[in-house]
Every structure is written in C-alpha cells, then in structure tokens.
C-alpha cells in the first residue's frame, strides 16, 4: 500500500495522540502518587482509564497497514526486548520490589506485544472486516470467563481492547470524518454523556482491573453473566468517549502533532522517570498533601513529555530497531540470495 503523502497526513490524528501520550504519562505519575486509593487521584485516573487506551488502539488501527508485517511486528519486538532490559537494570538499581518473566512483558510494555498480535491479524482484517469486528466484539466481551487468560503474553488486553484496533482498521477514517463533522449539539451531548459516566464510575468506584483490561471476571470477583454486562457497559462507554474526544481534537496545535508523531518513543521512555520518583511521590503525598502531589505530576508530565519528545530520542529508537531488523534478517537473505 501507497504511503500517504505528508501534505494529506491527518493533523488532528497527530494532536489525538499527543493528547493521549500525556494521559499516559500523568496516568502513571498518579499511579505512583497515592493510585486509587486516594479521592484527589482516583478522581482523574478514573476519567483517564476509562478512554485513553480504547483510543490509543483505536488510532492504532486507523494507522495500521497490512504490508511490509514483519519489519513493523520486528521492530516492537525489539524495543520489548531492549526495554524489557533496561527497566530490569533500573528496577534492580533503585531497589523496586518489581517482578519480571519472559512470559509477561514488564508493566507498561504489554503494548508493544500486543501490537504485534493485532499485525499480526491485519490481513484478516482487511479481507473479512465485518466478522472481524463481530468476532473481536464477542471474543472481548467473553474473554473474561476464562481465568487461564490474563497477563501471559499479553492476552487479555489484547483480547479486551481488540475491537478498538479492528475497528479503527476498518472503518477508522470514517468514524474520524463523522467524530470531525459532529454538530455542536452532539458534541455538547457527548461531554455531558462523558461526564455522567465519569462520575457514575467514581462514584462506583470502580476496580481498577476493569479498565486495565488485565484479570478475569473471576480474579475481579463477580460471576460470568455479571462480568460480561459489566465488560458491554465499559466498552459502550469507551466508544462513545472516544468518539467525542476525536469530535473536539483541535484541527491544528504544533505542539500536540509533534507530540502524536513521537508518542511511541515517549510511551517506551517516560517509566523510566516514573520509577525513578515511584519511592519519592508517596512521601511528596504525606508532606505536601494532596492538591500539591497532584500539582507535581502536572509538573512531571509536562517535564517527561518535553524531553522525551525531542527528535532525538524517536530517532535514535527507530535506528536502533532497523539496526536489529537489520542484522538478525541479514543471514536469511544472504541465504535466499544464493
């Protein structure tokens, strides 16, 4: 398939994911502040998860292309490998009681691996799109009656946010066109709809391993017929947040495109900075309070998404992955070439 030309590129696609890279990072910042325990933080993690990953893989899927597959699925699996080891090194230099297994990418690395899955299926995609989407749906909504699906190679999320990506693959730049076109009124609906269930959610409170998409129904302590109305009324609500999220993208912001067009090496790099203050955050909690821990992963995240979005980290990412691809290809087409 053709490259699209960067005169077509779709801006408000880049300043989405600026957008969401920066949920990610402070996500994580509040995280390691107090998580969900604390009001001040359960508050905004709630509104954050229960979106920005159905909306990172949506737009995953609007990008996503069924050709050249083994460069794209090599080059995440390179970074999962050389992340994978530099968050060991890390982890075992600041003294974090943190646990690692070939089987289960490290914390924030699921989604590189699941990527991989999710390429690995796009021809699938492309030729039956509409079973796919109804297959991804059921599979979604019933992959938590089974408890041997979980953190293991990723499977559950892969499984969980599946029909986000085959959906964005499929019918992605029409759903974006439509989310563009929405009239004031709906996208006025929309917000209120976004902050009913925000608020619904909070005031539920909601486990975590619902949005995180990671246990199942079992591990999150319900019965099956629950677990699925539960898991429907989760992802109908991340649908329709995502679809008013995209309808109030800004049409231009240079900042947030630069940001979208170096989420991933912001995404692989910015844990490293969140497990450096994951010992220090819950003392910054207990001293200043509140209102002020909060206001310092702000500061954080601005922070982390300036210096990691600097070309030369994404450069130096893709380099480094070619390279790999590169090196570990050359002896089969030395041998095909003979």
């Known amino acids: 398939m053709r490259q699209i030309p960067e005169r077509t590129r779709d801006l408000r696609l880049d300043a989405a994911k600026g957008i969401l890279i920066i949920l990610v990072v402070l996500g994580h910042l509040l995280e390691a502040t107090a998580g969900w325990n604390a009001r001040s933080t359960r508050l905004p993690l709630t509104a954050i998860y229960m979106f920005h990953m159905p909306a990172f893989v949506f737009l995953a899927g609007v990008t996503a292309k069924p050709t050249q597959l083994p460069k794209r699925i090599g080059t ?47 021809p699938l995609i492309r030729k039956f799109p509409r079973t796919s989407i109804a297959v991804s749906l059921l599979t979604a909504i019933f992959s938590g009656t089974f408890e041997s699906i979980g953190y293991d190679l990723t499977l559950s999320r892969t499984l969980v946010f599946l029909p986000f990506f085959v959906i964005g693959a499929t019918y992605g730049q029409v759903i974006l066109r439509m989310a563009y076109q929405l009239p004031r009124v709906a996208k006025l609906v929309g917000v209120i709809v976004a902050g009913v269930a925000w608020t619904y959610l909070y005031a539920q409170n909601i486990r975590p391993g619902w949005l995180y998409g990671s246990f199942s129904f079992e591990r999150l302590k319900v019965e099956d017929g629950a677990g699925i109305l539960i898991r429907i009324g989760l992802m109908i609500i991340a649908m329709l947040v995502v679809l008013t999220f995209l309808s109030l993208t800004p049409k231009s912001s240079t900042v947030l495109v630069a940001l979208g067009r170096r989420s991933l090496a912001i995404f692989a790099l910015h844990g490293f900075i969140v497990l450096a203050v994951t010992p220090l955050m819950p003392i910054v909690l207990q001293k200043s309070g509140n209102v002020i821990a909060v206001g310092i992963c702000l500061l954080l995240t601005v922070f982390t998404v300036a210096s990691f979005s600097l070309p030369v980290f994404d450069r ?5 992955s070619q390279a790999t691809i590169s090196l570990i290809s050359k002896p089969f087409v030395s041998r095909n070439a003979s």
């Not at 982890?91 to 899955?117: D, E, R």
């Open 316 to 320: 130096t990412i893709r380099r480094i």
């Open 76 to 122: 995440f699996l390179v970074m999962l490998a050389l992340f994978q080891s530099l968050y060991f090194i890390e982890v075992h230099l600041i003294g974090l009681n943190k646990t690692f297994s070939l089987l289960i990418p490290f914390w924030i690395l699921w989604f590189l691996l699941a990527m991989c899955w999710w390429q690995l299926i796009m």
